[in-house]
């Protein structure tokens, strides 16, 4: 049975991933009502997508009946519709970060700390299928335990929640130190499309090592390198057996011989193949470590995520687990923060434990 879904910043770029996704998976997703407050953008949204919008939460409530809402606002904005939305008891789905900054964070957990509000934070990037099957060798055992993730991926709380997922670290105080390195590169790809010139632009690179005390993370990223042609995401895991490099996987079994295996993405409709293009899953060795649970639908890796959060959101509304939290996006987005400031000012910092930890 499909989950009912009503979106308050409906117009934005990242509002338009759960769009795609209700579009593509009809028999998983309803979409309920929008709320954009601009009447240009709306009626412009009606037309594309077929769908109602509103000018306030208000009169969303008032018409439409849905399981949860999905939350798609600014970081600027988003603390204040989660204390109004908490005080309805309607399950929310919220966008990443829940709060601009560390006084907003603290402010959020004064109000709602002690609270039930039904809320869950779409962090996808551990959902995402090459994320998934990397977590799921790590639970395996078969790397051992733990104790160093290097993660290229995404910025900021993005990056550090991987970093926490892939080495199992909860709220824990760490040192972090942090550099950045100033170069140039060719313009690539933005949020609007291709580059339009062949131009040098600045390129920052951020680096940071966070130390828990018995594992470390290692934060590598520059900015807009997600959707750079000419830069590479990163990610390696080292446990005390053997360490995922990327798509490869070394591990030294207990009769002491070396096992080298590769992650294959396996995709339907290559070749002569005719049951269509879409990610079948993730293989390795003998084992499939992620199947795609939305097949056939032609969705990207991040549209497959988000949809994996609408999902869970689904179940988590009608009395499920939670998945992701306010105090675990909290945390991300702390460390983050403490990232940022290591790297503008060159000294150590301790992120201590914060009050929702």
Sequence with gaps: MAVTFSLIGGAGFRAQ??????????DRFQLGGLVVRDEAKALMMERQWGVRTYRSVEALL???????????VSGTEMLPYLLQLAETGIPVLSETPPAADLAGLELLHSRLGGSSAPIQVAEQYHLHPIQQARLRLIESGRLGRITEATV?????????????????????EVQIRAMRFETSWVQGPTRSGPPEEDR??????????????????????????HRSWIRSNHCCVRGERG?????????????????????KRVNKGEQENQEGYYLHGILCGEQWLYTNPYAPARLYDDEL?????????????????????LWEAAQDHYLGMRIEQAARTGETVIAGRPSWA
């Excluded at 090592?209 to 520059?222: A, E, V």
């Excluded at 070396?258 to 992650?263: H, I």
């Excluded at 988000?306 to 939290?325: D, N, R, T, W």
Aim: charged residues 20%; hydrophobic residues 45%.
């Design 152 to 172: 290229s991926v995404s910025h900021l709380y993005h990056g550090v929640s991987l970093i926490r997922r892939l080495l199992g670290v909860g709220f824990e």
């Design 305 to 325: 995520a988000i949809a994996a959060c609408l999902e869970k959101m689904g179940v988590f509304a009608q009395g499920g687990p939670a998945f992701y939290g």
């Design 200 to 225: 040098l632009v600045p390129s920052v690179r951020e680096l940071a090592w966070l130390d828990f005390g018995d594992r470390l993370g290692i934060y590598d990223f520059t900015r807009d390198q």
């Design 243 to 263: 360490e995922i490099f990327d798509s490869r996987v070394l591990i030294q079994q207990e009769d002491t011989l070396p096992l080298q295996m590769e992650f």
């Design 17 to 26: 991933y759960y769009l795609r996704i209700a579009r593509a998976l009809p």
């Design 62 to 72: 008032q018409q439409e009946q849905q399981d949860f809402i999905v939350l798609s």
